[in-house]
């Protein structure tokens, strides 16, 4: 189908992945990179090149037997890439990657776009090393980041000034490289979006959260666990925004700080398929890797393929004190989870090296952080780490219970038992619409970005509980009228059931919190089999009960029975 | 992770498949077939041998060089993997393998251990072959099936004899080799089942619709369209009791025929993975190539692995008119879907051969159909079939809407248009509890094996629709009371809300079939964020108009504003 040959330069894990990617639609991808490296492992013809990515010539001659020539590393020779761009397409630009692989030269030109980088001060050329970086710590203040401009890739190369008395170690650490230093970032969170830009334009992957320890990412979940959908859509323009200033075609992870004040700041680009997009190959239709090479080739993408199937947790690898310790998590995942398990194929397993990963999706994020906690367990086993208190991430609840007062509480017993019989997660809550307003109108707003999906609301007298929730929320929500101290609990019903046009709330009987609890488990069981199939065997339950009766009245004529009952 | 080398008998799209597997687990697989084989293109590594797996001599050495070998083919030299398996373990069983490649050797096989299969005669030593099939055809009645015992696939070695006049052609043929014939299975739908049987017993994958086209698949479909789920448990269990009836590990593809009358019969098996498997490496989390490889290495498997993420329809990719036309379908794919695709490297594409194959998931079959139906199209087109009228597959329904009487109609008018508003998929029904109890309960036990999500139940009176419906199924049930002669609806609200603990009825206000709607949309949105973004808007625009009319009453004062409403 594709008939034009691929050179990348650089066969490790992205390589390999990449090539996979391939693979499925029989292209050929020549790989510049020692023998027998990972991407190697899993292509065989005979159009790769061996030898460094960073040599020339050998850049030369990938170029010479290429039709589009990509990397998997910003690390390369720039040089020779713009020069073998008269004679082969170079994805993306040479001057891209000329300016990416330069972090200071990198957020200088970010900032010449208009896009919001941390701040950042130039230190090469300085004389006094010492006294530059002290001036540093006057102006950033401490902590501050002090980092090469170059090279530098999983922590190396960064170094956490924390106070002044660590001037010294950094000066020893990376004196001997050029340097800036950048503002401590304050945030909350990290979030990456991986962005492919075509031919045609910048289309972007869902946002996810990345957890990073020692400085080398450790996991991704996407999307970001607790964050609003309105912040994950910024982030993604921010990382479109961003992708949009540089030349050329391909996919490029873009890393962001989500920051205390909820504002977004851009940490740094990579432009090629990048370690938090790994997540894609399962729980994207196209993955990064398939959509670089679509990029690149110019084969058209659908956005929607670039959209999540399911929550997903991506957990990396690494090597650790043992030569077969990674292995052992690998075993693990296979044998306890339903997680892809992805390896490398590289040879010693060096403390720190990223052997693999491991993709775990699942139908909730809660469900899928229970899921994988076992194996983050082993990680941070794996590297001597306390487990310390156990944190079993806590079901998240798929039913919210709200109550005007907790004189309601007694009337939702009922339902309450159901769900806890039915498994359903829930919470409870008391906010009353007259006595709570604001409370009610934050917790209502608030409820469609958790990963509540029913409320039930239960309230007596005016009872204009759910009815307001309902106004404030696009979740369905259940209504429970309370029999108060008059009118027999008429006047909740008809509070709830009357409400205008626009703003539904499914009502069910007087004080039948028992209805309730089970209107919402239907309601769960319309999109989920393994809830209806819960619901279904407690309803059969409930028929054979009524069955067993009737044949007991039968049996033993109306009198008997009737006595049986003390009656 | 896993050190044993596994070694395959054949290399073409199975082995190919079977190795993208192992690649991602860092497995070595070798394999015995002509260089440049499909599976060989994706593996690099001196361990492969040249030869044709049905060289007794190289699956020898293939033998020698690995610990476990298996096949992607049946049709190997079973006695050769008899004499090596004293050496090396191999998976499934010689025994099985020999007892399957005879196709009515394993038809006996099946009967002697209890496994429904079509009525077959042996036809092989027949002196007068003609005389012979005339006796089958008096036996059996046409049309028959004549089938060679070995060596049919993929249509090849079949033949059906709808005619006594066809019996010359079909001795013609087929009548040098060995033969035996099947009683025409006059089925409603093939069904198909991905059967893993490991060390610790016998797991399955969802069940799968299968549809052929000259003898060859074309289509499957998981899951299979308007089946119920208790039958696709039954096919489940059927492939599960055949396979128990075998030795050995690994994967086997069960291929049955679903009745007229609801029954199910094996057609044939394959001890390894099969075609109609392809769907699961997208849409399980643990595909049948990964399966097969955890089955033989003994590597365990959750069984929610199997599990289906997202309905899924595959599409094979075969040669066509032209050298280039498969090639053509993949393109198409590629740029108008979100389907993955995947091309097998093979060489010339002959007609019918297999090129490779699409699949695509989406959130309802439904939706997977319209996606595909362009693919399909292309495929008909590349074999110059009429593409015939047009049979775009309807937008299945989402909501339900019943009704006791067509007088109920012009009160659901409103929320039908709400429903047509925001692009929700419904059917409307007439089923009254009183005058078609019958039809009734038809409808509600049905109701969970179609595309309906949730039920709108509009009724006046005694109104018992919208609560009987909710007795006979576990799907949200809506209910809308209508305004009839007597008591102003009330009747129907008490009769709607006051149902009995267990079966709840969704109540919204007397004659609101608006908000009944909108409470369906609301459901139908907490497990689909498009939808629930649809109501988001339409909310959002119902807010703007009351406060551009509060802005008008505040600018032109009240005696102004009411004479523009005519008052």
Redesign the interface.
């Given at each position: 189908?594709e008939k034009r040959k691929v050179g990348v330069l650089g066969g490790g894990q992205l390589g390999r992945m990449l090539i996979?990617a391939a693979?499925?639609?029989?292209i050929q991808v020549n790989v510049l990179d020692i023998d027998k490296s990972p991407a190697?492992?899993?292509?065989?013809?005979d159009g790769h090149i061996t030898g460094s990515f960073k040599d020339a010539k050998k850049v030369k001659e990938l170029a010479e037997s290429s039709d589009v020539v990509t990397v998997e590393i910003e690390h390369v020779d720039t040089q020779m890439l713009e020069e073998v761009s008269k004679d082969v397409v170079v994805e993306p630009s040479w001057n891209t990657l000329r300016i990416i692989k330069d972090k200071f030269a990198q957020k200088e030109y970010l900032k010449e776009h208009s896009i919001a980088v941390a701040e950042s001060l130039d230190l090469e050329g300085k004389a006094d090393g010492d006294q530059a970086l002290r001036d540093v710590g006057r102006e950033f203040g401490y902590p501050f980041m002090l980092k090469s401009k170059t090279e530098a890739y999983d922590g190396k190369g960064n170094f956490a000034v924390m106070t002044e008395e660590d001037v010294p170690a950094a000066i020893k650490s990376l004196g001997a490289r050029p340097l800036y230093a950048e503002k401590w970032a304050d945030f909350k969170m990290e979030l990456a979006v991986m962005v492919v830009k075509t031919k045609d334009g910048v289309l972007t992957f869902p946002t996810v959260e990345t957890v990073h320890e020692d400085s080398i990412c450790k996991l991704t979940y996407a999307p970001p666990r607790g964050v609003e959908r309105a912040t994950q859509t910024r982030a993604q323009e921010l990382a479109k925004k961003a992708i949009a200033a540089f030349e050329g075609k391909g996919v490029f992870g873009v890393e962001m700080f989500l920051l205390k004040d909820d504002s977004l700041v851009v940490n740094e680009i990579a432009p090629r398929p990048h370690n938090s997009g790994h997540y894609t190959i399962?729980a994207c239709?196209?993955s990064q890797y398939q959509a670089h090479l679509?990029a690149i080739l110019d084969?058209?993408i659908?956005p929607?393929?670039l959209e999540l199937?399911?929550p997903s947790i991506m957990l990396n690898i690494l090597g650790g004190q043992t030569t077969d310790s990674h292995?052992k998590i690998?075993?693990l995942a296979?044998?306890?989870?339903?997680?892809?398990?992805?390896?490398?194929?590289k040879g010693d397993a060096r403390p720190g090296r990223k052997m693999?990963h491991i993709t775990l999706?699942a139908s909730t994020m809660a469900e899928a952080e229970r899921q994988i906690q076992p194996l983050i367990d082993a990680v941070d086993n794996q590297k001597g780490k306390p487990l310390g208190p156990k944190s079993i991430p806590q079901e998240e609840p798929l039913v919210a219970v709200i109550m005007g007062s907790d004189s309601d509480l007694p009337t939702l017993r009922?339902g309450l038992e159901i769900l806890t019989k039915l498994d359903i997660p829930f919470t409870t809550r008391i906010t009353s619409a007259h006595r709570t307003p604001d409370w009610l109108r934050e917790f209502s707003k608030n409820a469609?970005n958790t990963s509540v999906?029913?409320i039930i609301g239960a309230a007596g007298g005016a009872a204009h509980l759910p009815g307001m929730c309902a106004s404030w929320t696009?979740?369905?929500?259940?209504g429970v009228?309370v029999k108060a101290t008059h009118l027999d609990g008429v006047d909740s019903?008809y509070s709830m059931?009357?409400?205008p046009?626009?703003?539904?709330?499914?009502?069910?009987?007087?004080n039948?919190s028992?209805?309730?609890a089970?209107?919402a488990v239907?309601?769960?069981?319309?999109?989920?089999e393994r809830i209806?199939e819960r619901?279904?065997l407690w309803?059969e339950g409930?028929e054979k009960e009524v069955l067993r009766k009737d044949k007991a009245l039968l049996d033993q004529g109306w009198e008997v029975y009737l006595k049986g009952m003390g009656k």
């Open positions: 189908m996979e693979n499925r639609l029989n190697k492992q899993i292509s065989s013809h399962e239709k196209i679509r084969i058209p659908v929607e393929g199937i399911q292995e690998a075993s296979l044998e306890k989870t339903t997680a892809s398990v992805h390896l490398y194929g693999g999706l009922a469609v999906k029913v696009t979740l369905p929500v259940i009228p019903l059931t009357q409400m046009l626009g703003e539904p709330v499914a009502t069910v009987g007087i039948n028992t209805n309730g089970l209107l239907r309601i769960l069981g319309a999109s989920d209806r619901l279904r309803m409930n």
